[in-house]
């Protein structure tokens, strides 16, 4: 059952250096720019002068985590690695907060993990039975044990024959007292980049913003496939496996991912503009203004109303705040929830036809509450363009997708959304027009791009997800009409 | 000096409501809409069935204050007011936040305040001189110590003797177990409106979001020099003084409200859209693109654009996310601390002609980062627009502007605040042009608005703060041209 | 009625220092050693090197409030005031934790106080009356209010006229810029003193423990109406009224003071043990061994040991942890409560005749569950002896007795106490027993005792109390036998 | 050296319970009457109607980890273990907390331990080189792994072929959701104890105290090398070692353990009074009073006092409430801090010759204070007995007896420390005084005590600390005249 399978590690930011001279300090600004990857928790851990690894972690924020000058320069060490985690119900106690520190009694290693193994049950099952004890919910440590259990003398050796036995999403960094290491899928699935200091120190980092706000250049998005070490000689790059296929999660663009962020070598928000202008070039509606849903779908916004040749126009405000109703969640308080975070500008939208503009739809209440609100402000009609395709199957490699009974599209025809929703029509961005509109150009399937959650194509065996698998109960064949790709199992 | 007589109450918000079923919960979500006007405190004080009233306050934000739901469901009453208030160092204890809540033997009295009081200093002195005790350092308490000693017998009188003896501009809430009174001064420096909700039951806030949140529907701004008085039987419109004359504040057009606010019938968000088409027009620069520092500047972003006829650009992203940097602030960390709170997008700007458009210049430096952070990102040209005049003058009537001495354009010429910003050219609203773009045409110098920050021309007497008026050391007459409006005192 | 009208300052400790080199620190330890007389709040202001007061408190105790070296090290000054709180239910605001602390624009004043006033309601009805607004439900404030109205020129005249105005029990300590002062009413109900630091520096205090504790050597007890002004000349002594008789409260000497102090005199450990000896002579009974209920038992039982001639025994544990039980206070559980406190040892009491010592019954329940727990564990008699006589009359002057519904001996007669007590047999000190014991020996009424609790006779009117005075239910006249002082009001 | 292979789990309270319908409640009444075993943890696993097993734990005394209902009320299961923990520096994260609790995929596991093991770093050696990834830094875990990793089928199997791998001292309790287990090692260094509640419940404690404050009675002593099983059949004694000869920590009776519990038959508080009648009886001093350091030698006191024929007072007083200094820990301030717990009754000391009762002296400072304390209050003479011989050797089995090289005797003659001490004169009871007082009269060396800290003949082999091992400078046999007992390594 997908549901009592699912584990942890779902969309998270790593962060790591070698060799700074303010490593724990790097590491929380970069942490800070991936914040949005994961705010259910966070930590730093850094190695010391006398080659031991010590770390602070806690739930929440990283300001809340680090909420005292000290907690930052406790951590005195030249190397890091940090995480900021996203949260799923469940398995919210501290002991999932990563890095995950071990502490042997000759060294001590740490781990940080953004992805989602899909034989990480098994593989759990088969170490228990070996003899080994599991401190957390969590993935990342099955690595671990795997690493410990490896007959090679050599660390790295041990890495690699652990790595070629894990499945699924993960991008993974290490932290001993003689390297940083940092690992990517098969796959490909998560996005991650080196980095390099004006001093000439090395980072690793999920996404470039990171490398930006640290003041890094750009090095190489690593590769599937890929085993980073990086040390006091610099980076070497090694292949612990050549079986592999690019197919990065197309959520990274459409919602995940900060706009100043380049994955591959495309910018997000040129992607999400591009994808905005694509969904308009398929359905050429008649609108007054276009309002995009803020912040996240600004981009597609300005791309949807360069195309329609409308005027892009702020008729939704967010605020910046955020906001908690203490209530029982029914649903006149989930639409109170919806309006503390949203507002309609009433002069902006009175009277006008609106084309309003989203990156998705999940489970559609929100959207419904949106359509209301810019309704009771006066505008005259509001079309519901959406900048991606409908999502209707589970991720598995990392992303929290709802299960397939929650979301939306897996369980109504276009049509029918549109009803409930109460948009006067609705459109989707097709699959081909997404693909195009990334524009990733890569020689693999879609371009390179995972698109399983539109397609239920997914890019390997799902191991053990393959007997909770749910199809969706809408198969809405118009949207899916140009994909022609085949699942690839690696 | 200026310095030492700078009292408390600085812009605040403030929401009540009389007689609704969920009083607490309700003035809860008001304040939320409102947290923009102060993140130090708030406070929420409920009448209860037995004619007492209760409250909770606290530091920091409303969700950190009451963030348990006990928090607000003790809080049983079908009155409330509430309070959030913004901070100036010095005066961050508990005892300064508000409501203040006043017992007494046989009743108790709760009060909240936005503005700023005048002749705050000398009344407290005559107070202390007549055996008053106060218990914060705040304006708001001289009010209820001039209530105590008034001679008449119903509270209503007094409370308007009261106000007749304060100067300088307020809005202040009380209230008692028979009535909810709101009072605005004599010339209407903050915005206060009453709005009514569905179940026939009334509210006052400082801005018109409050209303939206809460599901309330407008009904009138108050006018300078009223007094409202809201009870069982409905709401009256009491005058305590005749001598009026509108001069609202013009900063909450510019920076300080909500977009999606109105004050005396103008949208916000519309107006900042006009300065931006304003100041476009003024200074019609050639440009690539347009790019607003989000999230304040992206009104006057799209006027610009809209002027200009070149695309409006996300060429600056803004984290989310709070940030701290904890490290002594040196310059460095300055420019680190703007990093992590805006980035540039490499993909948008580079080797674009810029036009960047802010609100307005404090003391020039986070512009500065700014500017340099797009360069580094490529922008070929960065062109600074303005859309207010110069901020030159101090504000004694409730928002925080800094001292004559901090103020950039106080000390400096447009040239060398280019100059030092390090814009290819610098480019502020006329103050003509601002009074145009607001569009309040009222029968009052300025339209009805407050422009003494950028004229020196205050709408009143400046009592307490008369002595310690510091001059700026620039004139840039030409930014003043068309101004002729002369002080007006009450 | 008696309950509507108890007010605060039950029972509390104070301490003052005035230039000392470690003023906040010396205060600490001061207060810690007065911890037992109160433990709901505590603070301590001192006076900076400018000539303002500042100050630190919070609920709970000492150690919680003062929790971070920064609480006290922040406290920078040379003079200083502190205070312990008794907590009373109704009072628990931080409002309430004193000192309190004054600003006026021109100077600062603190106030700690010890006691309770009798016409704290009727003043407060006057002074509201006439414009004054109070920040807490304290007693203390009235005294401010009160020098804030007086006509004086100089402070000290101010606050004598005050001083002649409040009824009842004080000790207040005062702070301003230029002097520490301390009061004491015409009665002296609570005692204070004067010690001196070897630097020659003055100190005053609750209790002499304290001046041990900070290695100060006592001065003098302050006597009924004085009033002892300490600044940088030395210490004056000064007397606001000649209308004076001491009544020292007895309850301090049985129950309340901390062993090692001495009160006029008397030290309060032999004072117990004195009692202890005497309830012995008064009820010779026969017994094995004597057992005292730690720790405030203690001193008494070893008196009634050396009168009886029998070994005293460890026979009942205290736990030294704080204990909370969490679950509705049934009777049941009020009696887990008992056994989380206290044990006996089985080993000791099994099979003897056991002189159970106690300083004083309540309730009586707690006497009830001991008594079952000795028998328990073995003991073959209980014979319980009261080292006091029996409560049956309320204080007003500052301890927080029980209402005379509440106590055991208001409502019973001593055999039907000792039935509910399930004791074997039931003995209570004679009032002329207590008073030998004690030894005071002063020329006033009961020797310069107050033991109204105990008789009725009230040193002083009632004024705002007398209205709810509840007579006791009981008469039992022996215990009295001895008694005929007469109530003195001044 | 033997620094660092200091391990944790020194000193620390278990209990647990079996089908009890309060199971969460009753270990809290029962860990709180062990609070004085440790607080720097606590923490308490129950085992739920699903057969899972859920806990809560945390930092500090059991009423601060247990701070709200909910904390227990959440603990909902019929069977339960908890435990404190004695806290040593460089081990105080949360994850050294107990019970430690272990989930697998299919079952949990929850151990709590009291002791030491000797062999525990070298079995971790082994076990993490076998792949065990170690959660803790805590001896308790090294039983689990081993239990992992054994080949019978059975868990009580394992359970018994790693428990006797493991050397030293432990007192383990493990819980399943098919039994609850407790353990002891071969020598019984630790006290535990199996009780039975009136509804034929089992319990299982560290000591008899805690079946007391629970409503339990006393069944039986767990004897060395036994393994108890609790399960719903009742409970199962099981021998999983015969090689056993009791040495149960003289320190317990001396120390730690609590006045009212029973240790192998002999009461603490009893056998604490025999010792202070058999140091007197051995050193027959002339005094006028005996005074005894509270709380921990009060027993010895009133033997002493008794021998002597001299009246046993109350000359010192402990503060009830902790203290802390804030300031750096010079000499100065560490006597403060005596100064704040301990003081001196002047009207009880002044003048008189003091026999000052002691139960040990580790460094000899707090000594050193109490008799200048006592001094400064006037006595005349202090002639300091200690009712234990002098410690001079580090425990190994689960006492946080300092290092050697603090050990006050370990370094000086009985004169230099009289010397150092500033007393009149200094005795210690003799070794064979200390056995006979206690007088257990078991089959065994030293009646069945292990009296290593005093004699230095070790009950078994030291196994890891061999190495470090050092021997103390003096030798000072007069003290250790009459013994003569050889080490039994098992």
């Known amino acids: ?10 969309e998270c930011g790593v962060f790591g250096v070698w060799n700074d001279d303010q490593a724990a300090q790097r590491t929380y600004f970069g942490l800070h720019s991936l914040q949005h990857r994961g705010q259910e928790g966070a930590g730093i851990v850094v190695k010391t002068d006398e080659d031991r690894l010590i770390g602070h972690k806690g739930l929440g924020l990283l300001a809340d985590v680090f909420d005292r000058p000290e907690s930052i320069d406790e951590l005195q060490g030249r190397s ?3 995480h900021v985690r996203y949260g799923t119900a469940g398995s919210r106690g501290i002991e999932n907060i990563q890095p995950l ?46 690493i410990q259990r490896q007959p090679q003398a050599q660390f790295v050796d041990r890495l690699k024959a652990s790595l070629r036995q894990i499945k699924g999403g993960f991008a993974y960094l290490i932290l001993t007292k003689d390297a940083l290491y940092a690992a990517l899928d098969p796959n490909g699935f998560r996005p991650l980049v080196v980095g390099q200091l004006e001093s000439g120190s090395y980072i690793v980092a999920s996404e470039t913003c990171a490398l930006d706000v640290v003041g890094a250049k750009f090095v190489r998005d690593v590769q599937p496939g890929e085993l980073i070490q990086i040390d006091d000689s610099g980076y070497h790059v090694m292949q612990y496996t050549t079986e592999t296929q690019l197919a990065i999660c197309s959520m990274e663009y459409i919602y995940f991912a900060r706009p100043d962020s380049d994955i591959y070598g495309v910018n997000v928000h040129m992607a999400r503009q591009e994808m905005g202008r694509q969904v308009a070039l398929e359905n050429p509606i008649d609108a007054d203004i276009v309002v995009g849903v803020p912040n996240s779908s600004l981009s597609a916004a300005s791309g949807v109303a360069q195309q329609l040749g409308v005027p892009d126009e702020m008729g939704l405000i967010k605020n910046q705040y955020s906001s908690r109703t203490f209530i029982q969640p029914t649903q ?17 939208v009175a009277g006008k036809k609106v084309a309003l503009v989203d990156d998705s739809i999940v489970r559609g209440t929100t959207s419904q509450y949106i359509v209301r609100m810019l309704k009771a402000a006066g505008a005259k009609e509001v079309h519901l363009l959406i900048a991606s395709p409908p999502l209707k199957y589970p991720c598995f490699y990392g992303i929290d997708i709802e299960h397939t009974r929650e979301l939306m599209a897996a ?20 699959l081909p027009g997404l693909i195009k509109a990334i524009g990733l150009k890569q020689d693999a399937p879609n371009e390179g791009l995972c698109v399983a959650y539109f397609s239920g194509d997914y890019p390997t065996a799902l191991y053990d997800y393959e007997a909770g698998f749910e199809a969706p109960k809408t198969a809405d064949d118009h949207v899916l009409a140009a994909s022609a790709n085949q699942p690839t199992t690696i």
């Open 1 to 10: 059952m997908a549901t009592e399978l699912k584990s942890l590690n779902e």
């Open 80 to 82: 890091a690695i940090g």
């Open 332 to 348: 006149e308080l989930r639409e109170q929830g919806v309006k503390m975070k949203l507002s309609a500008v009433r002069a902006v």
């Open 411 to 430: 369980n109504y025809t276009v049509e029918e959304m549109r009803d409930q929703i109460g948009a006067d029509s609705l459109h989707f961005l097709s």
């Open 101 to 146: 520190l071990f502490h042997y009694l000759k060294e001590d290693v740490a781990l940080a993990h953004n992805g989602n193994l899909t034989n990480a049950v098994s593989m759990r099952e088969k170490l228990e039975a070996d003899g080994a004890i599991f401190q957390s919910n969590s993935d990342t440590e099955v690595l671990m044990h795997l």
